[in-house]
């Protein structure tokens, strides 16, 4: 069983930053493939960004290319997700999510997670 937690959501103006933060507890993170994903409401829950579990290959959704950076620090068990140049249309709530143990390249679907955090909401509004 692993337990993951985000922090970090918030209210921000338009073209503003937030950073996301998701520790993970209960399991072996440095073998998780993590991911990033969004639902705003009304609408499915769309990826945004996956780590491999050695932060060697990353994948980002088109919409936040060039704007979002995902990392993480497997010494302190925990992914980040920079989000810069936010957009009205980047309001939703984020959930971080693991797939593992998984060595090879990290999914972008939503269906190959294991684990989910409760989410944490981006409110993006002047």
């Known amino acids: 069983q692993v337990l993951l937690v985000e922090s970090g959501g918030g209210l921000v103006q338009p073209g503003g930053s937030l950073r996301l933060s998701c520790a993970a507890s209960?399991?072996?993170?440095?073998?998780?493939?993590m991911g990033w994903f969004r639902q705003a409401p009304g609408k499915a829950r769309d990826f945004v960004a996956a780590?491999?579990?050695?932060?060697?290959?990353?994948y980002y959704a088109d919409s936040v290319k060039g704007r979002f950076t995902i990392s993480r620090d497997n010494a302190k068990n925990t992914v980040y997700l920079e989000m810069t140049s936010l957009k009205p249309e980047d309001t939703a709530v984020y959930y971080c999510?693991?797939?593992?143990?998984?060595?090879?390249?990290?999914?972008?679907?939503?269906?190959?997670?294991?684990?989910w955090g409760q989410g944490t909401q981006v409110t993006v509004s002047s």
């Open positions: 209960g399991g072996t993170f440095n073998q998780y493939a």
């Open positions: 999510a693991a797939d593992g143990p998984k060595f090879g390249l990290p999914s972008r679907s939503a269906d190959e997670y294991d684990w």
């Open positions: 780590i491999r579990w050695n932060g060697n290959s990353i």
